[in-house]
T-cell receptor, first 110, second 113 residues
Framework: NAGVTQTPKFQVLKTGQSMTLQCAQD?????MSWYRQDPGMGLRLIHY???????DQGEVPNGYNVSRSTTEDFPLRLLSAAPSQTSVYFC?????????FGPGTRLTVL | ELKVEQNPLFLSMQEGKNYTIYCNYS?????LYWYRQDPGKSLESLFV?????AVKQEGRLMASLDTKARLSTLHITAAVHDLSATYFC?????????????FGEGTQLTVNP
């Protein structure tokens, strides 16, 4: 199993550009989540999904969209990037009690 | 609103010493996680504590959970340099699934020779 994969690993955007961060898991997990990590802080939940077709907002959802058309994939879309969205983004999947985190995407918005 | 507080936020200790990291949370939860993060890396799962009084140990690390006090501890025994990392606790938000965690700020541990 590849576990949780994320692409790209690094990305630089200009203010106002849009992009999609990709997340995939091959463990047939129902639950998937997106978190952001800013320097000196713990992870904060952006959006989450409890199954295909079902998504909901977390703590910091503004400026981000998600969809879950398949069990495997949970992309995160930045509609119009802002410097405040400079962060490291982690995708996670879980089933029952354990969470598995992807390697992260480091995003810089200029 | 669920809040999770860790202390200390920074910990510098000598090899061979013992120390405890504390994790307090503000609302009821029966599931608490401890993670380790090395610089530039993802989170590595250390422990999942599922019930009041749960205690788990792996090597020099031992974690416990007191749901009545809303407190978890991560105890380090005879620290070694390889334990240098940032440690996070995280609490599940009031449901049985693992999809919504609230994290503490993290404890940056440095173990000096």
């Amino acid at each position: 199993n590849a576990g949780v994969t994320q692409t790209p690993k690094f990305q630089v955007l200009k203010t106002g550009q849009s992009m999609t961060l990709q997340c995939a898991q091959d463990m047939n997990h129902e639950y998937m989540s997106w978190y952001r990590q800013d320097p000196g802080m713990g992870l904060r939940l952006i959006h989450y999904s409890v199954g295909a077709g079902i998504t909901d907002q977390g703590e910091v959802p503004n400026g981000y969209n998600v969809s879950r058309s398949t069990t495997e994939d949970f992309p995160l879309r930045l509609l119009s990037a802002a410097p405040s969205q400079t962060s490291v983004y982690f995708c996670a999947s879980s089933r029952f009690s354990e969470q598995f985190f992807g390697p992260g995407t480091r995003l810089t918005v200029l | 609103e669920l809040k999770v507080e860790q202390n200390p936020l920074f910990l510098s200790m000598q090899e061979g010493k013992n120390y405890t990291i504390y994790c307090n949370y503000s609302t009821t939860s029966d599931r608490l996680y401890w993670y380790r993060q090395d610089p530039g890396k993802s989170l590595e799962s250390l422990f999942v504590l599922l019930s009041n009084g749960a205690v788990k140990q792996e090597g020099r690390l031992m974690a416990s959970l007191d749901t009545k006090a809303r407190l978890s501890t991560l105890h380090i025994t005879a620290a070694v340099h390889d334990l240098s990392a940032t440690y996070f606790c995280a609490v599940l938000r009031g449901e049985t699934s693992g999809s919504r965690l609230t994290f503490g700020e993290g404890t940056q541990l440095t173990v000096n020779p």
